[in-house]
């Protein structure tokens, strides 16, 4: 009996340590790679911005995150995720804000939102497939950006770190984790009509980051973000990527060059 008793005393405790382990180390960010980040990275990190114009009057979403993956002369090419689009909708416009491009809220400015957002080129979607939940979008801009590469492969608990624009927090946010996937998992919309192989990873994301990079300490897309689960209190687990490899695939389907 009371070898029964310690046992469950240092089961208690063990389990004790791993809980305040995981509250005081989960969310901690690598400093080393989000400073690399910050100086090699962060500028292909892009705001993108729905412009809805129906029955007279004109709405703005949130935004979503998305990053750049080629150039070619000044037209760049953004990856993103499908979902937050809405491209069967033909009365949308899509805005493409740089890294540092203030939204109307940052800018501070006395305008309507329309005048603001009217002076950013508008952006051209220039291709999706449902398949993936993936789009590209280009803008053309004079600006200097960052141009990623798209990873060959990806490793279980390879470090990586999402960048992006949650709605709740600043604009480019970077997070680091690992992925913590040993192959891809299926993920998709509640129904399960659409669902996706993806990759997990312990980087934290919120609503806004979708669309966003996942890149590995060489600077490179290992993943586009595409969403994450949360525990019964709506706090993050874990963040769902879509992986480079699909990645690529699509972009072949498209016939992108890179």
Known sequence: MKRKYISAIICAAVILGVMVYA??????????FVEAINNKAISANILLIN??????????SAGQSGVIFKKDAEKYYVLTALHGLEPDQKKIKIIALGYDQPTYNEAGVNMGLKGYYEQFPQALLEYYNDTYDLAVISFYSKKEYAVLSIASGFKYKEPVAAIGNPHEGSRNSITTGKITSKNPVPFGDIAGLNQYPVIEHSAKISQGSSGGALLNKDMEVVGIVLGASENIFHQFVKGKAMPCDRILEFLSIMDMEL
């Open 23 to 32: 509250i005081f180390n989960f969310g901690r960010n690598d400093v080393e």
């Open 51 to 60: 412009i809805t114009e129906e029955a007279g009057s004109t709405s703005f």
